[in-house]
């Protein structure tokens, strides 16, 4: 069980803003370290500094930094068999980039790699659609219903056809504000209620 004091009012805000600063300072001193310990892993082929910080570093840190060794330097990893940590081992036939490791720090490198890698996806209409039709069939949807958006599946799949001088479909704006307003009609006081007006 950890063992410290409870901050509480004013301390504690002052402890919260402070932190920005102090990830800030870690992460540029963790990249110095880094750097470091690459170039001279590319210097004399030597893993021991890359292996030192990677054996001080944060438990939740260490994936991001043997990732970021592994891209940059001349190395490679050996997990232990307990699934925890590791040895880094000097590999001749690869290159350090201390260029390219200068350009992200260890900490956000396995961010910037995810966002780099995903592209957004081009919404096809026939995946959408068999998806549907799926999703009716399994819930026991109206057999018409499900003949339908199979139908308009065999359109999206089938050769786009121009029609000249077809509108586009209007927008979900553009139907919102093309929708007639109803006005409530205000009672006329001249006019005798309905049920007043039935002739007796």
């Given at each position: ?10 301390a504690?805000k ?5 932190r ?10 963790e990249?110095q370290l ?10 004399h ?14 438990a939740?840190?260490?994936r991001?930094?043997r990732?970021w ?8 990893f050996?997990a ?35 966002e780099?890698?995903?592209e ?6 026939t995946?959408?659609?068999a998806?549907?039709?799926?999703k009716l ?9 499900i ?11 089938g050769?786009?056809v ?8 209007p927008?979900?704006a ?12 205000k ?13 007796a």
């Open positions: 069980m950890a063992q410290f004091a409870i901050i509480t009012g004013k504690l002052n402890a919260i803003a402070g920005g600063v102090q990830i800030a300072t870690f992460t540029q001193r990249h880094a750097v470091s310990a690459l170039a001279h892993l590319g210097e082929n030597d893993v021991i500094y890359v292996q030192a910080l990677y054996d001080m570093s944060p939740n840190y260490q991001g930094l990732l060794f592994l891209e940059f330097g001349k190395c490679t050996k232990n068999e307990s699934g925890k940590g590791g040895v880094f081992i000097y590999a001749k036939s690869k290159a350090s980039d201390v260029e390219g490791a200068m350009k992200v720090a260890p900490a956000n490198f396995e961010k910037e790699a995810k780099s890698t995903t957004a996806k081009a919404f096809s209409v995946d959408y659609l998806k549907v039709v799926e069939m399994k819930e026991g949807a109206d057999v018409r219903v003949r339908a958006i199979e139908g308009a599946q065999k359109v999206a799949a050769p786009v121009v029609v000249r001088n077809q509108k586009p479909l927008t979900a553009e139907k919102k504000a093309a929708a007639p307003k109803k006005a409530a009609k009672a006329d006081p001249m006019q005798a209620p309905a049920a007043n007006g039935i002739a």
